[in-house]
């Protein structure tokens, strides 16, 4: 055969925003497939647990401790498994569509003819606004919800983000990654014109035992 | 005893886009556990299937055909099934809190002192990126994601939802339920400055066997 053979597949997993309940039925069919599991190091170990005795798991390391894994180190581990013929889960925190860096990894595998699919997760958003008890869009008060990320990438230019735009949205406003960051944000949206006292709330560790709902 | 008692539950479900995959676990834990359940007519068959035999099994009713429930008979449902002891599940499609009427659910459960628990699921717009494998969030390109509901609920005033602001965003936008209605949309969006050449796409029956995408 003269076609290069490429029998492995990469499923690119959303693992939900914590709770090990809110992993879908699809996401644990993949891990206890996978001959190869690469994890975010904030994935909940009980989610990774799923994966089957003998896979090789990878962690991809945890901000301010051992070695990170930067993004090519991870698309080339990933294409390298597939080639040989394995199945890979790349599991990730949340949705992988939500400030995943997705389209990133799965360009690495189109560009070299692996098979992919993407498995969407619960989105960490939408749970904090679960398990918070704020309804994220309201029937009279808030059509349309956005989410935003609160870590504006260091490669773009800093201001990027339009908060002009932004703090006349019609609705309800999420920053993911935003609590180290959320003096600089509420700065720019009050400065571009939302109300000092427009209703907010600050979800830490959202689902998981240690969160933290403070409403301001 | 004084009090009256509540012994009953409520669990909110999101049952996730469609695919009977992408259910989380816990949804599958609380349908298993369930007396009741009344579930959304969109609701994948196969989803309501890990309700256990016996459940009382309540359609809400189906656009266009038989009887609808309204949103004051729903509520006053959970609220007696709930207040006799049983532990209901309302089964959505989604995630409850995208344009699933929560709000009005959760108030009239709190009014009558009924425990409920809201379990978040997979929205229908992460999936619909996922699927049709569109990037909803991108390093370089959107550092943010819009959801945005395509019927302007009809108590509201016609046009209430500011499309300059939208148009404006700095993201992605994704409208809900906006197959009918998208060349009102569409319009309004380029009526308020919105590049005609702005690349959409429509995905109709998201993650089922039935799932088309138009792009455009």
Redesign the interface.
């Known amino acids: 055969m003269s076609d290069e053979r490429h029998p492995g597949k990469v499923y690119l997993v959303?693992a939900?925003?914590g709770?090990?309940?809110?992993?879908?039925?699809?996401g644990?069919?993949c891990l206890t497939r996978a001959d190869v599991v690469l994890y975010d190091y904030l994935v909940n170990p009980q989610i990774i647990r799923h994966a089957r005795s003998g896979a090789r798991m990878i962690c991809l390391g945890r901000h301010g401790s051992e070695r990170i894994w930067t993004q090519p180190e991870i698309n080339r581990q990933m294409v390298e498994s597939a080639s040989e013929g394995q199945v890979v889960v790349r599991l990730k925190g949340g949705?992988?569509?939500?400030?995943?860096?997705?389209?990133?990894e799965?360009d690495a595998l189109a560009a070299r003819g692996i098979d992919f699919e993407?498995?969407?997760?619960?989105?960490a958003g939408?749970?904090a606004?679960?398990?918070a008890?704020i309804?994220?869009?309201?029937?009279?008060l808030a059509?349309?919800?956005?989410?935003?990320?609160g870590q504006?990438?260091t490669?773009?230019q800093p201001g990027?983000?339009?908060f002009?735009?932004?703090a006349?949205?019609?609705?309800t406003l999420v920053f993911y990654m935003g609590v180290t960051t959320a003096a600089d944000w509420t700065a720019a949206l009050i400065q571009a014109g939302k109300p000092a006292d427009t209703p907010a709330a600050i979800v830490c560790k959202c689902s998981l035992p240690g969160q933290q709902t403070i409403r301001c």
């Open positions: 959303g939900g925003p709770d090990p309940g809110l992993v879908t039925l699809r644990v069919e949705d992988p569509l939500i400030f995943g860096r997705l389209a990133e799965v993407v498995v969407p997760g619960v989105t939408l749970a606004g679960s398990y008890g309804p994220l869009t309201h029937r009279d059509s349309a919800v956005a989410m935003v990320t504006e990438c490669d773009k990027s983000l339009d002009q735009a932004l006349k949205f019609p609705g």
